[in-house]
């Protein structure tokens, strides 16, 4: 017991130097979006401040156009999760349960496309976009973050569905079920904990998305959470930093909460199904 | 009910030949057991007859009607599974009535079956437990269920009881054995524990490397193993073998003691003389098989004694209790028609046996 | 007849996914190809086939071997860094000790965050007059006088590999301790039955069992670090004076900004290929833990 209270104080004092490196943007981001506007730029700079204005967040939402930002986001996000999801099911399905020829190369073609980075291609999508006509539209994006993703969903799937046992398939189909009923009613009941937890993690990377949203997205109704905030910093004179810090905490605190409950399960799902 | 024809069935996996050409008549009723070394391919013949492997040749029939194309949901057998494959999202209602939904069965008829089979299996209590809620032998009583339901065709077993202790086996065993007698369903049933294979079986099928070595009732396969992978495989302690020479009515061993034997074979023919522990006895009066003692077992009920014949290995069990002491040399005999004689060369049965 | 169809409904299922795969990650490829071998007008115009003239004109610009080198700089100090951190952290977190779960959460927090916002609340951090760095550090006496961090080229590159270090570190500790979790239990309790220390144990079981581990981690790494643009691009848009551009914020402008679409297709597809080779790298990598995976596979099987 006592030999591991030591253990712990050892490890969160070696830890403590990097959390504080970690937390500090956090504590930026915190003391700038509600601290007066003319306390920006005191000098000696410093932490403190004279009172709470929580009423930064309401102006920054209008004068920032946060919410038809925020709009933009979800649509694009919840999208493209769709569309991955809908795609990467069967596939996933496909590669966990049957053996077909060209699997293998299947296989390598998804670990290529994981590694295609979209900056790499981003002038080709752009002209790409631009013969279909969908620059300045948001269903550019939901296309590229569905392929994007495709590759990382169809993983993490394939891995959550070799866990769940073949066994209870056939013990459908020997109960007279047919290969669909066995999927509706037996397979898809037990894999949606791992469909979620893959949607969700989808949702969060296009959420984060920067470099197409910046290309695709040339009016600034069409911006996307962090190109709207990207756009308050980039080419101004004048930057509100109280503004634009009280728009990276309205986007950023709610996904960090949701991932750092989910992040259990990305180390699981990278460890079973990325790395092998 | 059905019979279960199995002609000329053959399993390849890409290059690999699994099952070589499989031939076996399973009766209307009959409770059959398969049973071989792991990797035989018992399991393979049994997912062919559900509808779970394609057949790489040869035909299957249920009844008169060829199944080669017909799905497993289509064929009606029911099937328990060695992992179970309890469906972990539903009770375990729902998953006994899991198969009568799917035929849009009346609901007070499924009932009625549901809670029947439950009755059979002392299951009542547990209805509305979810799998996870259940202990090994409760699960595995809940597949045996499923099944039950069915009213299926044929029962396939797949090494049904091996996830459970040594206890609950022979219990579970008993039970089975108990069901098929009151409802008669035609049964195919794999193991590789032998023991259970004797014990359950009406006929023994023995396996090994894709092929049928024997089939025939636990006696027959006892009494009169086919070849010497049979004499091996059935009875426990195994059967002793010791190798020797044809010679006029008798087996020579190497240091030159002399069997009576009255196998048909060529004289100098390189032979094996098979003899089962349990039938060895001691000679009181000095006669008989001389062994060297090396190893003593005593397990309450009898004693095995490890000894050594030519430089060959034996065993004996005796029931009554000896004082046996390693080093010690004791002599042994046996019933006349008990004794067994194989060709080395090919492992078959010599005809008229030993003595 | 039917099993024909049977044989079909795999790839049936596959097709949809691979149609999309190929046509918004396939098509751009041989479009960048294409059009980096033609002139382009700055609307994107194709006006016609000029050989290697492109990529003639980006071999022969300075700006764009100052960004190779720095690229190799970038990548090879944020994946270094990354990994002699992540390495002890991904040990202590894989131990046993109070509040484990509250250092994970800590720990992988910076993936959360889209690197864009982590950027510009540390372009804000450390503004050169009024940022909390300095508020900070002057606090704690290190420094008295505000500094311009980004100002200069050269101090500007190091924070921004400190930053893509602090924001690699979680996805390469959750790797390592996908490894660390696999480890056999087993393995070390015979070690220290052989009077092994825990150094010896570090050198001669956890090293060797954790390469494959670390050795995707790292391909891994350097292929998302090199194409890395949120960090440089918003704290300083590759400047001052192209002085912190990589590849691909000099890709970036040169497509974006300037115009000169073909020079930006041939650099697109120098670093295709360059990401093609470590890609290679890293397919060969996993099918060889594949295969030493294979045979236990085979056994539990049967
Ligand atoms: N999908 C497959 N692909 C290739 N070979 C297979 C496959 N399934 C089984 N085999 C091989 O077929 C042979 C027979 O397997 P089977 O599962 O029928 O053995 P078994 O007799 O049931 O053994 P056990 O008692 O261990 O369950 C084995 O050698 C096995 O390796
Ligand atoms: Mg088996």
Request: proline share 4%; glycine share 8%; aromatic share 10%.
């Amino acid at each position: 017991m006592t030999g591991k209270l030591k253990r712990s104080l050892i490890y969160w004092a070696i830890l403590s130097p990097l959390m504080v490196v970690i937390l500090f943007p956090f504590g930026v981001m915190f003391v700038t979006a509600v601290r007066p506007r003319a306390e920006l730029f005191t000098y000696p700079p410093t932490w403190g401040f004279s009172e709470f204005r929580w009423e930064n967040f309401s102006e920054m939402w209008v004068k920032t156009n946060f919410g038809g930002a925020l709009l933009n986001s979800l649509y694009v996000s919840v999208a493209a999760t769709a569309v991955a999801l809908l795609l990467s099911i069967p596939a996933a399905y496909a590669m966990s349960r049957y053996r077909f020829a060209g699997k293998g190369a299947y296989r390598t073609f998804l670990l290529m496309t994981q590694m295609m980075s979209p900056i790499v291609l981003v002038l080709g999508l752009f002209r790409l976009m631009m013969s279909l006509g969908l620059v300045n539209d948001l269903n550019s994006l939901v296309l590229t973050y569905a392929a994007f993703n495709m590759a990382f969903t169809i993983w993490m799937l394939q891995s959550y569905f070799n866990s769940i046992p073949r066994d209870l398939e056939e013990a459908a189909w020997m109960d007279g079920a047919s290969h669909l009923t066995s999927l509706v009613r037996i397979f898809l009941p037990l894999a949606v904990p791992a469909m979620v937890v893959t949607a969700i993690f989808t949702f969060i990377n296009s959420w984060n998305e920067f470099v197409l949203a910046l290309t695709m997205m040339r009016s600034s109704e069409d911006f996307t959470l962090p190109v709207q905030i990207y756009a308050q910093v980039a080419g101004r004179y004048q930057v509100e930093w109280h503004h634009v810090m009280a728009a990276t905490v309205l986007a950023t605190v709610p996904v960090a909460i949701v991932f750092s409950w989910l992040q259990r399960y990305l180390i699981r799902g990278m460890a079973l199904g990325a790395v092998k | 009910m059905s019979s279960v024809t199995i002609r000329g069935v053959k399993k390849k996996y890409g290059a690999m030949d699994v099952l070589h050409g499989i031939d076996l008549q399973i009766r209307d009723r009959e409770f059959v057991v398969l049973v071989g070394p792991s990797g035989c391919g018992k399991s393979t013949l049994l997912r062919m007859i559900a509808g779970l492997e394609t057949i790489s040749g040869g035909d299957i029939l249920i009844g008169n009607r060829v199944v080669n194309d017909v799905p497993a949901k289509a064929r009606d057998i029911a099937m328990v599974f060695q992992n179970y494959a309890l469906y972990p999202h539903m009770s375990v209602y729902e998953n006994m009535s899991f198969s009568l939904r799917l035929k849009r069965m009346a609901k007070d008829m499924i009932d009625r079956k549901v809670r029947e089979a439950a009755e059979i299996l002392n299951l009542s209590k547990f209805l509305e437990r979810s799998p996870r809620q259940l202990s090994g032998g409760q699960r595995q009583r809940v597949a045996m269920g499923r099944a039950l339901v069915r009213d299926a065709q044929v029962f396939l077993f797949d090494e049904p009881l091996s996830n459970l202790d040594a206890k609950l086996r022979v219990v579970m065993r008993t039970e089975i054995k108990a069901l098929h007698q009151r409802l008669q369903t035609t049964s195919v049933y794999v193991t590789h524990d032998q023991i259970e294979a004797m014990t359950m079986a009406d006929r023994i099928v023995v396996m090994n490397a894709g092929k049928i070595e024997q089939i025939g009732t636990p006696l027959e396969l006892y009494d009169t193993p086919a070849n010497l992978f049979v004499a091996d495989f059935i009875g426990s302690p195994s059967m002793n073998f010791l190798r020797g020479k044809l010679e006029q009515g008798a087996v020579v061993l190497p240091d030159g003691s002399r069997l009576a034997a009255s196998g048909q074979g060529a004289a100098g023919q390189a032979v094996v003389f098979g003899i089962r522990p349990e039938h060895l006895a001691l000679a009181t009066d000095g006669t008989g098989l001389a062994a060297e003692v090396e190893v003593v077992e005593p397990t309450g009920a009898n004693i095995q004694v490890y000894a050594r014949v030519a430089g060959m290995p034996l065993c004996a069990v005796f029931t009554e209790r000896h004082d046996f002491r390693p080093g010690q040399t004791i002599h042994l005999i046996w019933p006349e028609g008990k004794a067994h004689l194989f060709d080395d060369a090919t492992g078959h049965r010599l005809q008229g046996g030993a003595n | 007849m039917a099993n024909r169809f049977q044989k079909s409904v795999p790839l049936m299922m596959i097709l949809p996914g691979l149609a999309l795969a190929l046509a918004i990650i396939g098509y751009p490829i041989f479009d960048l190809a294409w059009t980096s071998m033609q002139d382009v007008s700055r609307f994107g115009k194709l006006t016609g086939f000029n050989g290697g003239e492109n990529y003639h004109e980006v071999f022969a610009d300075p700006l764009f071997w100052e960004s190779l080198w720095r690229t190799g700089i970038w990548t090879f100090a944020v994946v270094g860094g990354t990994l002699a951190i992540s390495m002890p952290v991904a040990m202590i977190l894989n131990d046993d000790f109070h509040g484990r779960g509250l250092a994970r959460v800590i720990i992988m927090l910076p993936w959360a965050i889209s690197l864009t916002m982590t950027a510009v609340v540390w372009r804000w951090a450390l503004n050169g007059r009024a940022g909390l760095l300095n508020a900070t550090l002057m606090n704690a006496g290190i420094i008295d006088q505000p500094v311009e961090w980004l100002a200069t080229a050269s101090t500007a590159f190091v924070v921004e590999i400190l930053v893509g270090i602090l924001v690699s570190i979680p996805f390469t500790t959750t790797i390592l301790l996908g490894g660390l979790s696999s480890m056999p239990q087993d393995a070390y309790e015979a070690a220290v039955v052989d009077g092994a220390s825990g150094w010896d144990q570090f050198r001669h079981i956890t090293l060797p069992l954790m390469k494959p581990f670390i050795n995707i981690a790292i391909v891994l790494n350097v292929i998302y670090v090199f194409n890395s643009l949120p960090i440089i691009w918003v704290m300083t848009e590759g400047g001052p004076a192209n002085g912190t551009d990589i590849l691909v914020t000099y890709l970036y402008k040169l497509a974006f900004r300037f115009g000169q679409l073909g020079k930006a297709a041939a650099i697109s597809l120098v670093m295709f290929f360059v990401l093609l080779a470590f890609t290679m790298l890293y397919v060969a990598l996993v099918s060889r833990n594949d295969r030493d995976d294979a045979a236990p596979e085979e056994e539990i099987k049967a």
